[in-house]
């Protein structure tokens, strides 16, 4: 099981050169049903809001039917179980960073991400 950040979602769906290849490898194996990426509800916002910005080529119904179009991508709540979690994370100052790797956590899972406070960090383990 992954989670992903923001851009390396976004990433994907716009085949976005700067993606890693270990990313592109999870999230097209996602594509085909063989592992699980989470998506946490604040990457969601998030992607709402670079559509509507205009930051990228992508209307936000795609990646809501990139998410609905199969099992293997599961959105994450921003739940009082994650927040609780955001307590312990103190090495990550920025708001919705700290959400992605609080629900990593929680989940124990690996998280895909290019942002090197995370990586540097080592909270979670990280993918890219």
């Not at 992607?47 to 936000?60: A, M, S």
């Not at 119904?61 to 609780?84: A, H, S, W």
């Not at 994370?89 to 790797?101: C, T, Y």
């Amino acid at each position: 099981m992954y989670v992903t950040d923001t851009h390396g979602f976004i990433w994907f769906i716009t085949k976005d050169e700067r993606l890693g290849e270990k990313a592109k490898e999870i999230f097209r194996s996602c594509d085909k049903g063989n592992v699980i990426v989470i998506i946490s509800s604040i990457v969601l916002f998030e992607c709402l809001y670079i559509c509507e910005k205009n930051k990228v080529d992508l209307e936000f119904r795609q990646i809501i039917e990139k998410i609905e179009g199969t099992f293997n991508y599961l959105v994450y709540p921003l739940d009082e179980e994650v927040v609780l979690n955001c307590q312990s994370i103190k090495e990550i100052v920025e708001p919705h960073d700290r959400i992605v790797v609080a629900t990593a956590k929680l989940l124990n899972a690996k998280l895909i991400t290019k942002d090197d406070k995370i990586r540097i960090s080592r909270i979670v383990e990280t993918i890219w």
